[in-house]
Nanobody, 119 residues
Framework: QVQLVESGGGLAQAGGSLRLSCAAS????????MGWYRRAPGKQRELVAT???????NYADAVKGRFTISRDNAKNTVFLQMNSLKPEDTAVYYC?????????????WGQGTQVTVSS
């Protein structure tokens, strides 16, 4: 089995910062891509940022210049540094990983962590 455990969510004021972490463990040969998605109330889940094992990153336009994704390959951990937070960043943030293991290649998701930004 694979587990993705997120931490770091919470409450921040507009203009503030939060840092999310997600550690993957279990049946893992390699992790091709790690990233973060979010779902705001009443909206569909959307991409926030992804990062490959080689360090290539991709960001949603809404967070470019404010959020930074990084990863520690040795620890199977991905981070999301969120600066200049806005109320519209309020959402449940989900960690994502594309993992190769004994069962093949598949997508895995964390349980989600709430981020609330007050104005």
């Amino acid at each position: 089995q694979v587990q993705l455990v997120e931490s770091g969510g919470g409450l921040a004021q507009a203009g503030g910062s939060l840092r999310l972490s997600c550690a993957a463990s279990g049946n893992i040969f390699s992790i091709n891509v790690m990233g973060w998605y979010r779902r705001a109330p009443g909206k569909q889940r959307e991409l926030v940022a992804t990062i490959t094992s080689g360090g290539n990153t991709n960001y949603a336009d809404a967070v470019k210049g404010r959020f930074t994704i990084s990863r520690d390959n040795a620890k199977n951990t991905v981070f999301l540094q969120m600066n200049s937070l806005k109320p519209e960043d309020t959402a449940v943030y989900y960690c994502y990983a594309l993992i190769s293991n004994s069962r093949g290649l598949a997508n895995y998701w964390g349980q989600g962590t709430q981020v609330t930004v007050s104005s």
